[in-house]
């Protein structure tokens, strides 16, 4: 396994929209294996290959990691097909924008339909946190930051930070 480079804001292939995967090999899980390891290491609880790098609609994911026990989650070409509901993500933050949090307003029930790393087609409902890390990962897919979410001022605070930090390096 390797672990992988994550891209971060203002990177511009965090805007771009994912593309389908057309195939499910074994280079698609050497892929998934790297990102998870990633995603442990970094540490997170999700993680879309576009933030690594790859223009690939694939997001991992463990919603339970502080518990000690892992259970990553696969999905591939995941879709949010319905949203219900309202709830207030508090202190959201995300691996590619780093140092800054915000609260996000996101739906409190979804439907999400993707497939599983062995491409079995998967549909399911999920409520609360996992509600919420699947609309952060999914936005990553569709070239969506939580940046995206929050109010303009804060977006261009975070926005002035980042530029200062660059000039400075």
Known sequence: MSILEIITYPDKLLRKISK???????????????MTETMYRAPGVGLAAIQVG????????????????????????P??????GEFLSENEGCLSVPDFKADVKRFARVLVEG????????????????ALV?????DHINGT????????????????QVRKKLKKA
């Open 54 to 77: 790859i223009d690939k609609a694939l997001l991992v994911y463990d919603i339970a990691p502080l518990e000690g026990k892992r259970c990553v989650q696969v999905l591939i070409n």
């Open 115 to 130: 497939l599983d790393a062995e491409g079995n087609p998967r549909r399911f409902e999920a409520d609360g946190y996992h």
């Open 20 to 34: 389908p995967v057309v195939n499910i090999d074994g280079s698609l899980k050497q892929l998934i294996e790297n």
């Open 134 to 138: 699947l609309q952060h990962e999914i």
């Open 79 to 84: 879709r949010i097909m319905e949203g219900e």
């Open 145 to 160: 930051l939580f940046i995206d979410h929050i109010s303009v001022l804060k977006r261009e605070l975070y926005k002035r």
